[in-house]
């Protein structure tokens, strides 16, 4: 199959770095002086899943691509989706699927009333991934996880997901076909919206939210929050929502930090919309009490 990963940064990148390692037909979009690196050099993976390499990447900008995938990543930030239409439009044939895996929740359902005309599925990754320099790519810790699926209602051809998870499970990308995708992007939208409101609040790395304090009570707080909001929202959580974002927390590199945490420390623009303002909106909106988010809020301003 012919994949296309919209977005090269720390998620995109890997995705396709770990799948041009295992010998998949993979593309990618980029821009800047990171796609001339590419082009230039290849592309470069620091990865503690699978160590140093330096990988022969297809990489253009939106604009260049002319081909055709059969499935394609959108790894782009949130405030940045309604810009991907034009290259899901241009890049997609009959049956291809496109998969968003972004922080924000909701965005399956957007894509898909930009691009009608596409089938659009959704999905989540849980890993820690960013760009040290232009060209390379940085995969930190151990984990690696995608959750995709189609919401109800989306029809796609036959076989079609089993095969997009056995090459993401033979590229080494723990993949997990979802059986209820609202869900569980409903679940990693509380994971790291806690997680990166905590780490921007406080400013401070993962670690200090893995001991037993005040910073850790404040990701509890949040997590515990935002479940009671899916709760509200009718999502049937598999496990309680705090006990598994701890879970997760406690299993993240100590010197990790979230890229929203790193792009408001630089002054770049921000996913704080989606993560924090959205997640405020969502809950007053169906009167979710929210202390924690609200006093985290005032920290910072909304675009």
Known sequence: MKYLVAGTGGVGGSIAGFLALAGKQVSCIARGAH???????????????????????????????????????????????????????????????????????????????????????????????FIPAAGEITQMGKIFRMVFGAHRGTKTPDGLLEAVERDLTESGIKAELSDDINRDTFIKWSFISAMAVTGAYYDIPMGEVQKPGTVRDTFIGLSRESAALGQKLGIAFPEDLVHYNLKVMDKLDPQSTASMQKDLARGHESEIQGLLFDMIRLAEEHQVDIPTYRKVAKKFKTN
């Open 35 to 129: 796609l001339e690196a590419i082009r230039h050099r290849g592309l470069i993976l620091h990865s503690d899943l699978k160590g140093e390499h330096t990988l022969s990447v297809e990489a253009c900008t939106a604009e260049e691509f002319s081909g055709k995938a059969d499935v394609i990543f959108v790894c782009v930030k949130g405030y940045s989706v309604d810009s991907i239409a034009a290259l899901l439009r241009k890049a997609a044939h009959a049956h291809t699927v496109v998969i968003p895996l972004l922080n924000v929740y909701g965005t399956g359902p957007r894509l898909q009333e930009l691009v009608p005309e596409v089938t659009v599925l959704d999905g989540c990754i849980y890993i820690v991934g």
